[in-house]
């Protein structure tokens, strides 16, 4: 595809992400309070909360191979159409355990989403041309993400369903534009898929990948029970949301140039480390207004560094593999979410600083591995480099 096209498919599939994004945080703020007035302990919050990424653990990886073999528009428009249909059945009268199957619907098709625009970015651009270009997908998450909560402000914790309901329908209108995206898609290739390549560049990609998972499980769970053990309102506790997602919005674009001209390596390590010491902090901070402003000095951070870390995971690989590899990075990533949204709730009914001190610790560990998965590992790509 010709570098023009290949701007207009990455204009269209901001669009297609921010859409989806934004739809699926107009109620999440509040998901957790939600499920409380269903009947849920915090440990069933966790368990209900962790059941959308076990099932993007399942499924993701087998998602990223279809998506090697038959394209990656047709996993993108089935998950969305998965997306929005699942996110309707909020407004059923069922307890909250019986959501866990919603969830894990949603889950399965936000993972195939994920998968299917990365990998498509991946393979439209050249190697030192990629830290700019996921930067756009991921800066178009983060508007969604901060622009959701906010739109869905008029939706209280008794009527979240339709916030819920609405999202579905955002999702499906994702669906037809994404019917109309081309994606870069090769005709259909009816010889079996090359192996995998396997070196420790990937392996430390996918261990960075579990590292920022970690924290996401915790705030997942966790984050919107300590605002309101903190005595938050509503409102502060959707703006924590975007107070973190417009930085990230804002310094993208840098980030996505860091990527493509300095080290890769040493920006991805800073930035995995700057989140396990916001997550090890915010729960000895009193002030939720002081929190909004450091969830903004923590959204620096991960702005920075993630283009970074996404560069590293698909640098050096072949275009009929770059769905698997974006599926095993996002499965990792998901399942040390999942894993730590399940734990985190029982840990918070025991101290509510215990998960946030303890998954800290670990994120933090497993970030430096990557000092030895990457010691070999070239941290710029020079386009005359570049494969």
């Not at 191979?65 to 929005?84: C, M, T, W």
């Not at 994920?114 to 041309?129: I, W």
Request: net charge positive.
């Amino acid at each position: 595809m010709a570098q023009s096209g290949a701007q207009r498919t990455l204009r269209r599939l901001t669009v297609i992400v921010a859409i989806q994004w934004m739809g699926a945080t107009l109620g999440l703020p509040l998901l957790p309070l939600f499920l409380e007035h269903r009947g849920g302990t915090p440990a069933v919050i966790g368990i209900i909360q962790s059941m959308f990424f076990v099932a993007g653990v399942g499924t993701q990886f087998a998602f990223g191979q279809l998506a090697d073999r038959f394209g990656r528009r047709r996993i993108l428009v089935g998950s969305l159409v998965v997306y929005g249909f699942a996110s309707m059945t909020y407004l059923l009268p069922v307890t909250a355990p019986w959501l866990a199957v919603t969830r894990a619907f949603q889950g399965a098709a936000a993972g195939a989403i994920e998968v299917a625009s990365l990998s498509a970015v991946a393979s439209l651009f050249a190697e030192s041309e990629r830290g700019r270009a996921v930067s756009r997908i991921f800066a178009a998450q983060l508007f969604g993400l901060a622009i959701g909560p906010v739109v869905g402000v008029v939706a209280s914790v008794n009527n979240l369903g339709w916030a819920f309901f609405v999202a579905g329908l955002v999702s499906l209108c994702a669906a037809l534009v994404a019917m109309k995206t081309d994606l870069g898609d090769r005709a259909y290739d009816p010889t079996p898929l090359p192996k995998m390549q396997w070196s420790s560049q990937l392996t430390g990609a996918l261990v960075a990948a579990a590292a920022s998972g970690i924290a996401i499980g915790v705030y997942e769970t966790c984050w919107s029970l300590l605002m309101h053990a903190h005595h938050a309102s509503t409102l502060q506790i959707r703006l924590s949301w975007t107070f973190f997602g417009l930085p990230w919005i804002v310094l993208s674009r840098f980030g996505g140039w860091l990527a493509d001209h300095a080290n890769r390596r040493f920006i991805a390590l800073a930035g995995l480390l700057s989140g396990a010491f916001f997550l090890a902090l915010y729960p000895h901070i009193h002030n939720n207004n002081l929190i909004l402003v450091l969830g903004s000095c923590e959204s620096i951070g991960a702005s920075l560094s993630v283009p970074s870390v996404s560069s590293l995971m698909s640098q050096g690989a072949v275009h009929r593999e770059l769905g698997r590899r974006q599926g095993l990075y996002t499965m990792s990533n998901t399942a040390s979410l999942a894993l730590a949204a399940g734990v985190s709730g029982f840990l918070f009914t025991v101290d509510s600083a215990l998960p946030f001190s303890l998954l800290a610790f670990i994120s933090a560990a497993l970030a430096l591995t990557t000092l030895f998965w990457w010691r070999n590992v070239r941290g710029q790509v020079r386009p005359e480099l570049a494969t």
